[in-house]
């Protein structure tokens, strides 16, 4: 069983192969989100070549709901983060701008002649963590016990031990 | 025997009411660790630990509270992980063997005492716990704690709910429904094939909660489900009752929100009861203090140093040398510890009847490994807060989630926010530089799962196939495990949580390789089986999308 177990995981280790272009993004916290993408290097190439330009770097681009509709003449529905790699993954902060959006999405692509831009992946949209901050209930106040000190919480799985 | 269903509590008269519900909620969760290919594996001794110290104790309790009628309502989530381990032949097996080498150890330690008296009545006392133990594990309850579980469940003393199959972080596993619909289903699956019945709630591993989760849930079955607190105080219609009422998501399913005060006085490392002066030190144990010649026989290989169980020593305090441990002065902590926990609610209650249109409900959920493993006096602190809850002089009344849903059917309706019970409140301890690797690959086996049982949707396969499509889905359903990337976070056993995820995942490729090029090895797969027995009645064809 032993020698099955290991020669299993030696030979079928998971690994991130090419398959269609992808990009998934998860939620973090109402100020972070987590990209990963898998993208197909012919079409960049290609594109590259078509347009005969230096080479741009990747973009992720996110957008977010305007959440009031006052908003929409102020607020960027998207804002850009430069990534690197045709697989990759990186935790993305989120502009003040995009607080309280309540979903996102994204493409990666590049910006090519000016405004215009390539889109190789296209995310889901997503739903982010709302967080209301500040503001405090009657509740709150009687008891001083909204939230704990978060570097005091505890988590599901205490019987897990350390080996030393 | 007596009625539980709590009386209700005076009416919503605002003034006068000083009344209010107390549900005590225990998450009884580890992972699935089982290795029948190595004649000992270190890491089930978080199974056998945990039992010694916790659920056998909590039977115990749950007893002797039956035995002196005392009115109570307690609720515990069984994981469908530890339910597996739980009624697993080969550990429990394993366990008596660990059992007896406590009680071998704690003989030693009497003699090597001898010329300690303290020590030497300490080592009597682990002596006496761990034969006490092991008369209650096997003659008592023949192996089987499941079945003490659900006696105590069948007296109406306690409400038992469950969880995820293998205790996945539904946030990070929603990028499928397929995925987040699994876990849900094949957790109360394995719940009603072990009790007989369906869960009325449900625990969200780690409290991960999503808008949109509470219908995978109703489409389950469970009624309600637990969110920490900001998870209702930032709902999406902020509720004046704060988290003292629960949430209706708009199709029925409650959300109860986790009261922060309760939590801190037992979960907080610095104000928290369990780093008490007088209670026992985790930290503090034989297998790390004593002479490697002499404990080699009782440690992993003769070499590593391991907990043994034995511990000495007591918190003490500051930076002083440890004292030794004391157990009547730790008892009589514990008991006015909880005396304080009670006279808390009772002000809480107090204060909130002033206010709030209806009875005040607090939630109080905890880990059950918290109590005996790492907090030792914790099931005498809970025996003792469910004693003083019966008190009539006081207004608490202990009460199951689902009772409140009898009693107030009419519930505030909003959308809860995203949120865990986790570090920052979010999904940031699960998702970070540490582990963020996983998740394309964890992923990617659901999605090849599902395409897997999509395109063998209406044909038949034979009994070989059948058994390794099942196969590939415990693979997938054990690498979902929030656990894993746990550890990598905590920076604990981080090897094991690594070479567990990518054994799952190696498992998953091999048994979809041969799926798919129908080349399947019987020796291969049988081994396979045996290694990852869990959930023996999962349906690939379920894993469709």
Redesign the interface.
């Known amino acids: 069983?032993?020698m099955?177990?290991e020669e299993?995981?030696?030979?079928?280790?998971?690994?991130?192969s090419g398959?269609k272009p992808e990009l998934?993004l998860?939620?973090?916290?109402?100020w972070?989100l987590?990209a990963?993408w898998?993208l197909d290097q012919n079409p960049i190439d290609a594109n590259q070549e078509k347009k005969a330009e230096p080479e741009q770097p990747l973009i992720l681009r996110l957008y977010h709901e305007i959440v009031e509709p006052a908003d929409e003449q102020q607020a960027d529905a998207w804002f850009d983060v430069v990534v690197g790699g045709l697989q990759g993954?990186q935790?993305i902060e989120l502009p003040a701008s995009s607080f309280g959006a309540p979903r996102v999405s994204a493409v990666i692509g590049k910006a090519v002649s000016g405004q215009a831009f390539t889109v190789y992946a296209r995310s889901?949209i997503?739903?982010?963590?709302?967080?209301?901050g500040g503001?405090k209930?009657?509740?709150?106040h009687?008891?001083?016990?909204?939230?704990?000190?978060?570097?005091?919480?505890?988590?599901?799985?205490?019987?897990?031990?350390?080996?030393? | 025997m007596k009625k539980n269903t709590p009386s209700p509590p005076q009416a919503a008269n605002r003034s006068t009411c000083r009344q209010g519900y107390l549900s005590i909620v225990l998450h009884a969760h580890l992972p699935y660790v089982r290795h029948p290919e190595h004649e000992s594996f270190f890491e089930e001794n978080w199974l056998f630990e945990a039992i010694t110290e916790c659920y056998v104790p909590l039977i115990g309790m749950l007893d002797r509270l039956l035995n002196d009628r005392v009115t109570f309502r307690l609720t515990l989530s069984i994981s469908p992980t530890l339910i597996a381990m739980l009624s697993d032949e080969l550990l429990q097996s394993r366990y008596l063997d660990y059992l007896q080498r406590r009680v071998q150890l704690a003989e030693q330690e009497i003699v090597r005492t001898r010329k300690q008296p303290k020590y030497r009545e300490l080592a009597r006392l682990y002596r006496r716990f761990f034969l006490h133990t092991l008369t209650v594990y096997r003659e008592r309850y023949r192996c089987d704690l499941l079945a003490a579980f659900k006696k105590h469940h069948a007296a109406g003393n306690l409400e038992l709910i469950t969880t995820a199959a293998t205790h996945g972080f539904l946030p990070l596993l929603n990028v499928s429904e397929t995925a987040v619909r699994n876990q849900i289903n094949i957790g109360i699956d394995v719940f009603k094939n072990t009790f007989g019945f369906a869960p009325p709630g449900f625990w969200l591993p780690e409290c991960g909660y999503y808008p949109g989760l509470e219908n995978a849930l109703k489409a389950a079955g469970p009624h309600y489900f637990f969110v920490d607190s900001h998870g209702i105080t930032d709902a999406s219609h902020r509720p004046q009752q704060g988290v003292y009422a629960p949430l209706d998501c708009g199709n029925g399913v409650a959300a109860f929100g986790r009261d922060p005060a309760s939590s801190r006085q037992v979960w907080s490392a610095q104000e928290g009861y369990p780093g008490d002066a007088d209670y026992r030190e985790y930290y503090s144990d034989i297998g790390f203090e004593l002479d490697l010649d002499y404990i080699a026989p009782f440690i992993l290989d003769g070499e590593t140093r391991i907990n043994t169980g034995i511990k000495y020593h007591r918190v003490s305090g500051g930076n002083q040398s440890k004292a030794i441990y004391r157990p009547k002065r730790a008892l009589a902590k514990a008991l006015q510890h909880a005396h304080h926990f009670i006279e808390q609610r009772q002000r809480q209650i107090d204060a909130l009847c002033t206010e709030m249109d209806r009875t005040p409900m607090i939630v109080a959920p905890y880990d059950a490994e918290l109590f005996g493993h790492w907090w030792f006096e914790g099931p005498c602190w809970l025996e003792n807060v469910i004693r003083l809850a019966d008190n009539n002089a006081n207004g608490i009344r202990l009460i199951s989630c689902s009772d409140y849903l009898v009693q107030q059917p009419s519930l505030k309706i909003a959308t809860p926010s995203a949120s865990s019970w986790g570090h920052e409140g979010y999904s940031s301890y699960w998702i970070n530089e540490s582990n963020d690797w996983i998740y394309p690959l964890v992923h990617k086996a659901g999605a090849e799962m599902e395409k897997l049982a999509s395109d063998l949707q209406g044909l038949k396969v034979d009994a070989l196939q059948e058994r390794a499509l099942n196969q590939a889905v415990r693979s997938v359903l054990l690498a979902q495990a929030s656990d894993w990337p746990f550890i990598m976070k905590s920076g604990t056993t981080t090897d094991y949580a690594r070479k567990r995820m990518t054994d799952h995942l190696a498992r998953f490729n091999y048994l979809h390789d041969c799926i798919r090029k129908n080349r399947i090895n019987e020796r291969y797969l049988t081994a396979l089986e045996i290694m990852d027995a869990i959930f023996p009645n999962v349906d690939f064809r379920n894993y469709g999308p």
């Open positions: 069983m032993l099955i177990s299993v995981s030696r030979e079928f280790a998971p690994k991130i398959g998934v998860l939620p973090v916290d109402p972070h987590h990963y898998t993954q935790k889901k997503i739903p982010v963590p709302r967080s209301c503001e209930s009657y509740l709150d009687q008891n001083a016990s909204r939230g704990l000190p978060c570097s005091h919480k505890h988590v599901s799985g205490q019987g897990k031990e350390t080996r030393s």
